[in-house]
């Protein structure tokens, strides 16, 4: 069995350390953007290159000869994917977009690999993808066949089926997605807004006392440290909600605000206030947020 991946980050990386460990038989290919930015030598090619899967200069060399092709790359550039990879798709070949996208975006990628004879499934990842890696849970949708079933739950996914339409997965991640980041957001702008108003031990008080459950601060510096370090990805996620529920005549002016909110802590030079008393690191991060004026 041969996989391949359009997009060699995070998730991409993840997938494929936990399938190489299930099934040594598999053979691995990537293509990323940042093989021709950074070159061969650079950091994503050498990740691809220590794990043993082969860095592919193009689209078409790293798909030829793939059973799977698993697209992971940037929301922006998950049309550009499918549209690369269905100039060269053949049939009887799985296409698995992993991408975290409108559900009318997965929709038109699906025409573009359907047309081509491929099969397109829309899997949506429902959690950090470390440590559980492919297993870590995700809904696929798409007209998948009995015998790629069987493969699917032999590699052992964690997978449930929502549909047969591709777009059923993908919806249920950007409307959960919209609560989930919204949570992280409002809790991250009230702990700066205490502390900036001097009142955060009053306001951390009285959320213990309403919301035990949660766990202050201890649900806020968790919050805090993802949005820091994966503001700016879960920032075009939630843009991709606010498509969401544009397209379902709804308003997604509050994703648009809570997108905002994750670019901002995105941005800052910090990644953790974890070394630190709680008061102390919040300070800090407010500072460097009135240095970028926001």
Known sequence: ?????????EAARAFHDSLAVKDGAIGFSAHDVLFGREGMEGSCARAAKERGVAVEETVVDAVASADWIISAVTADQSLEAARSAAGHARRGQIYFDINSVSPGRKRESAG??????ACYIDMAVMAPVKPRGHRTPVLLAGPLEPAALRRVEALEFDFDLVGPEPGAATAIKMVRSLFVKGLEAITVEAMLAASASGCLDHVLESLEKSYPGLGWPGIAEYNIERMLKHGTRRAAEMRESAATLDGLGLHGDLARAIAEAHDLMGALPERDISGEDFATGLSRLAASRRRLGR
């Open 112 to 117: 573009l690999l359907t047309q081509a004879g």
């Open 1 to 9: 069995m041969k996989i391949a991946f359009i997009g060699f980050g």
